[in-house]
């Protein structure tokens, strides 16, 4: 009997650690934009189609203010902000033109935009890493705001679909897996490790020594703490494809379209648990945090945002 109670108790203490304490609380809805993609910093969401970026300050959570909207001639691949006024955008099209939209209603920081020939950009620091379907990434030195300083290319010839930094590595999806390039000496960027053993992988992001990669409607944990054998730890499945992730204090967000969004405990990457789950009026397809707030790309519908506390 005694032993009972016990493991009774030890039961209820895991479920109340497991419980989320915290609530969500709907702030705003934005309608004059479509967030297809959405990007925070520093208080600045950036939100954009293909063709067009609108920056907005979120100063103010309960009315985010309209600053500064761009036009792209061509198709925008990704995004990047450099310091507070540099915008790299991410094309196809070496020609392409990035026109600001003058209004009365966009107005304060003023934002220097260079085009960018590939499909995705990472950025540490200094440093800005360009992945090209084709031509694998290009290393640049982007110190002074310039574009000319191409330090170093790596072959990947399988096609990068996402990728981040994290010194002294890159960790790279490609058409067939996971690689993590080392760029410890970035004259000499060399491959590292891989694992080919996950397919349809579209988005990562890194905590700790793991990795959570979107594929589908799994999400796959690999563990890079023996960065030369990166290994699947763990694997959960989505009522909906995962359309983008974010991760802010061992928490990950999923953004699921149509099946809203879910929040996982990833505190023991080997055991997720699901915390919560919420359903905007509408489809999203990207999420984004900053303190307290959870920023949402709702498409032509527009973004939210909530706060979460």
């Not at 985010?64 to 761009?70: I, K, N, V």
């Not at 020609?95 to 920081?109: E, H, K, Q, V």
């Not at 996402?162 to 960027?189: H, K, M, R, T």
Request: glycine share 6%.
């Amino acid at each position: 009997m005694k032993r009972l109670f016990l493991c009774l108790l030890l039961l209820m203490v895991v479920v109340l650690n497991a419980a989320e304490s915290r609530y969500l609380y709907p702030l705003a809805t934005i309608k004059n934009s479509q967030a297809y993609d959405i990007t925070v910093d520093a208080g600045y969401v950036f939100v954009r189609n293909q063709r067009q970026i609108w920056i907005y300050n979120s100063f103010n959570a309960w009315q985010p203010r309209l600053e500064a909207s761009f036009f792209s001639v061509h198709p925008i691949e990704d995004l990047n902000l450099q310091g507070a006024s540099t915008l790299y955008i991410a094309s196809h099209e070496p020609t392409n033109t990035i026109t600001p939209i003058d209004s009365l209603n966009t107005f304060g920081r003023i934002y220097f935009v260079n085009n960018i020939i590939g499909d995705k950009l990472a950025r540490e620091g200094s440093t800005l890493y360009v992945a090209d379907r084709i031509r694998g990434i290009d290393i640049f030195n982007v110190a002074k705001g310039a574009m000319n300083d191409l330090i170093a290319s790596f072959s990947e010839k399988w096609g990068i679909r996402d990728f981040l930094a994290e010194y002294p590595y890159l960790y790279a999806l490609n058409d067939f897996g996971a690689v993590i390039v080392d760029v410890s000496e970035q004259d000499f960027p060399l491959s590292a490790a891989t694992n080919y053993m996950i397919s349809n992988a579209e988005k990562l992001l890194k905590d700790r020594e793991y990795l959570f990669v979107a594929a589908g409607k799994e999400l796959l944990v690999l563990s890079v703490r023996d960065i030369k054998k990166p290994t699947l730890v763990a694997q959960m499945r989505m009522p909906s494809e995962i359309q983008d992730l974010a991760i802010k204090d061992q928490r990950l967000y999923l953004a699921l379209g149509q099946g809203g969004v879910r929040i996982i405990d990833i505190s023991v990457p080997t055991r997720m648990q699901d915390l919560n789950s919420f359903y905007p009026p509408f489809a999203v397809y990207s999420v984004a945090l900053e303190n307290d707030f959870i920023y949402l790309g709702l498409g032509r519908e527009g973004w939210m945002i909530y706060e979460y506390r």
